[in-house]
């Protein structure tokens, strides 16, 4: 049977240092103490609740603390570089979602290169996005704001949180694909673009859906659409933005990475746990009240979305000539 590369790079990596008994005996025993999983994000909102519900799967399953370590600083690069420079055991994981891979574009310089430098380990959820406007708004639906923006260009302000953020790349693919002259207007966080877009000071925001969901169930908010390839159960009335722009699709998403060089049987003894936490109907509800979707899939599926992931935001960064603060 012909072995993946990624599968193959490791293991014969991992042969010319360790004997193979050891390598089995290591993941056997693993893990033997606390694993802290680095995560670039302030705490609370749906990225670090998501390490914190693996975390939990994983210290049940496994026997040993998983526990969460914020680094939200620098666009999520500190946090990363942390584990980039961790010993190769499993003893320090990444929590990696969609910065990593805008980052690789958006910054000229990093002491890191994300798809060299850290092993993917698993795919957790798929963060949607919801793209809401204040109810002053005319647009009612994706169709009638292109038609509305069209109209009136230069003329409509979407909040963003941050340049390089996951919404305002999301905004920028919307301007991209439809051709739409609307202006991004860019906040220092979320908490005051969307107290702008609550007070009619702005017209639309992309934002996900834990922190606007009670606003546009009190209708002091109008969700447009989601982001995701398909609705979401949580509003399954919403559209998503692919339904009237074909191929659009900006979802967060975050999963589990580790330092290269981490022995593969222990990457894949992280996959099946983590895996098996996703079908847990607990933890698929606990998500599913986040508005994420699960994401399940192997270590070199989760690499390749990556690269995927990697490639498309590049393109969207240099067509917008976005450059970080």
């Given at each position: ?144 704001l292109i038609t509305y923006a ?87 009335d919403i559209s998503t933005v ?60 989760f690499a390749k979305f990556i ?19």
């Amino acid at each position: 049977m012909k072995l993946p590369r990624r599968r193959f790079l490791h293991l014969a990596a991992g042969a010319a240092a360790l004997p193979a008994a050891s390598r089995i005996a290591n993941a056997d025993t693993y893990p033997a103490r606390p694993v802290r999983i680095i995560v670039g994000v302030p705490p609370g909102g749906p990225i670090d609740l998501s390490a914190r519900l693996i975390g939990q799967w994983l210290t049940e399953r496994l026997g040993e603390p998983f526990f969460v370590e914020n680094k939200p600083s620098a666009g999520g690069n500190i946090g990363t570089e942390t584990v980039v420079g961790a010993p190769p055991d499993g003893y320090t994981l990444l929590l990696a979602y969609v910065a990593n891979a805008i980052n690789a574009t958006l910054f000229d310089k990093l002491n890191y290169d994300f798809i060299r430098d850290i092993a993917p380990v698993a795919s957790i959820n798929y963060i949607p996005l919801i793209l809401e406007a204040h109810p002053s708004f005319p647009a009612k639906t994706i169709a009638e704001l292109i038609t509305y923006a069209k109209a009136n260009p230069g003329k409509i302000n979407l909040a963003t949180p941050g340049i390089g953020s996951a919404p305002d790349v999301a905004g920028e693919l919307l301007k991209m694909m439809t051709g739409v002259d609307i202006v991004l207007v860019r906040y220092r966080g979320t908490p005051p673009a969307l107290t702008d877009l609550l007070g009619g000071r702005v017209q639309l925001m992309f934002d996900a859906v834990p922190t606007s969901i009670e606003h546009i169930r009190a209708g002091s908010l109008r969700a447009l659409a989601v982001t995701t390839p398909s609705r979401l159960e949580i509003l399954p009335d919403i559209s998503t933005v692919g339904e009237s722009i074909p191929g659009y699709e900006a979802s967060g998403w975050c999963g589990v990475g580790a330092p290269k060089n981490t022995p593969i049987e222990i990457v894949d003894k992280l996959n099946k746990e983590i895996n098996a936490g996703l079908a847990d109907p607990n933890i698929k509800q606990r998500f599913t009240d986040l508005g994420a979707t699960t994401f399940v899939g192997s270590p070199d599926d989760f690499a390749k979305f990556i690269a995927d992931e990697t490639e498309k935001w590049g393109k969207v960064i240099r067509a917008a000539h976005i450059k970080p603060e």
